[in-house]
């Protein structure tokens, strides 16, 4: 049976049948192409310690890199996916790729702050056209299991991120700036596997109605979703601040507090993010279970005690606390974006876009503000004033209940 029939087969199944191998390989390439993606993101906090000190960089100018690059992946997202939405572009997928190949290419060769900005703001362009599109492929080859889609496809983005530092340390630091050319390989594969995708995608858009559902089944009032909505946002907000803090942050934090080398903080790094990634995966398949709320509960707000430990620890709970932190934080993402995409239906792409934009925006703005905070204040006392921002997640309590539960 070829790839066509069988799909056109599975339009009248239930959500239950639609799992075939080859659904399951376009979100393992989706998972895959997110993973190179984040692994290409992770190489430019991973080396903020060698560019600060090539260029005698200040903390602020540690932070406005990653707002650069962080501003640039967030304003793009929620355009490209309304765009798309209603005229849909497989072949930005690639063309996002290229466009984070010339970013890690000119980072490689740089010689200047302002050339830092612009490499950064290419890295962050690509990535602004990945997202929306890649996350809508992943939900339109779900089978209607939309937490396990996510979360398969953001825990290939988190095991990037997870994996960036890990090779910045063992490629770049050790032999400098210019071996970040190496991840251009891994962008040139990325845009060998986007542009499968983009074929898939073109070829199967008669398949799936990408407007599929634009009626809300929820009966909620639009005020209510709008409440839900801002709810939400700041639910990432809470998130993401505190998740750029580490991961922009947290091998410095190391260095001073406990005289780590750069190589052994860039391990700790890894095992933060580590986590984060297996909580991301947990955290999809679980709220299709036991419904998205529930998940998004247990995230944010039942991370705030470990949180408000972590500055008063020593080294070994610091790196305990750091993973238990990651892996509850991560657990929430999936289940809010799925959630947000309940509550306006027809909307995947342009909701995938606002919320990976907030992920970055807030992400950015978190990195700048604290790096200039750390100038002033050092860096143990951002990462105590940090601790208290998932105690936001009492917030989760104007969310309404959604009826969906896999």
Not at 83 to 105: E, F, N, Q, V
Not at 282 to 297: H, L, M, S, T
């Amino acid at each position: 049976m070829s790839a066509t029939a069988a799909l056109s087969s599975q339009a009248g199944t239930s959500p239950a049948n639609q799992t075939s191998p080859l659904v399951m390989r376009v979100i393992g390439a989706c998972a895959l192409a997110h993973l190179i993606n984040d692994l290409i993101q992770a190489v430019l906090p991973s080396i903020y310690p060698l560019l600060k000190a090539n260029y005698g960089l200040s903390f602020a100018q540690i932070g406005l890199i990653t707002l650069t690059f962080q501003l640039t992946a967030s304003l793009l997202q929620p355009w490209v996916g309304y765009h798309t939405d209603r005229h849909p572009k497989p072949w930005l997928l690639p063309a996002g790729s290229l466009c984070t190949l010339l970013g890690i290419l000119m980072l490689a060769y740089v010689g200047s702050f302002p050339a830092i900005l612009l490499a950064s703001a290419l890295v962050g362009i690509g990535s602004s056209t990945f997202h929306p599109e890649a996350s809508r492929i992943a939900r339109l080859a779900s089978g209607g299991r939309y937490g396990l889609a996510q979360s398969t496809f953001q825990v290939g983005g988190n095991a990037g991120s997870a994996l960036g530092p890990l090779l910045a340390a063992a490629i770049i630091i050790p032999y400098g700036q210019g071996h970040v050319a190496w991840f251009g390989l891994f962008a040139a594969f990325a845009i060998l596997v986007l542009y499968g995708l983009s074929r898939w995608y073109r070829e199967h858009l008669n398949l799936f109605r990408l407007k599929a559902g634009t009626v809300a089944s929820h009966g909620l009032p639009r005020r209510r979703v709008m409440l839900a909505l801002v709810v939400l946002a700041v639910l990432v907000f809470s998130k993401f601040f505190y998740m750029s803090g580490l991961t922009s942050y947290f091998t410095f934090y190391l260095i001073e507090k406990f005289g780590l080398s750069v190589a052994t903080s860039q391990l700790y790094l890894f095992l933060f993010l580590g986590a984060v990634a297996a909580g991301t995966f947990f955290g999809g398949p679980i709220g299709d279970r036991i419904g998205r709320k529930a998940v998004i509960w247990f995230s944010i707000l039942g991370a705030a005690p470990f949180t408000l430990a972590l500055p008063y620890v020593d080294l070994f709970w610091t790196g305990v606390l750091s993973m238990i932190i990651g892996f509850i934080l991560a657990s929430a993402f999936s289940a809010i974006v799925v959630f947000a995409q309940e509550l306006v239906p027809g909307n995947v792409g342009m909701i995938a876009g606002v919320f990976f934009g907030l992920m970055f925006g807030f992400g950015g703005i978190g990195g700048a503000l604290l790096g200039y905070l750390a100038d002033i204040h050092g860096i143990e006392h951002v990462f105590l004033l940090c601790s208290f921002l998932p105690l936001l997640g009492v917030l989760t309590i104007l969310l309404p209940s959604l009826h969906k539960k896999a």
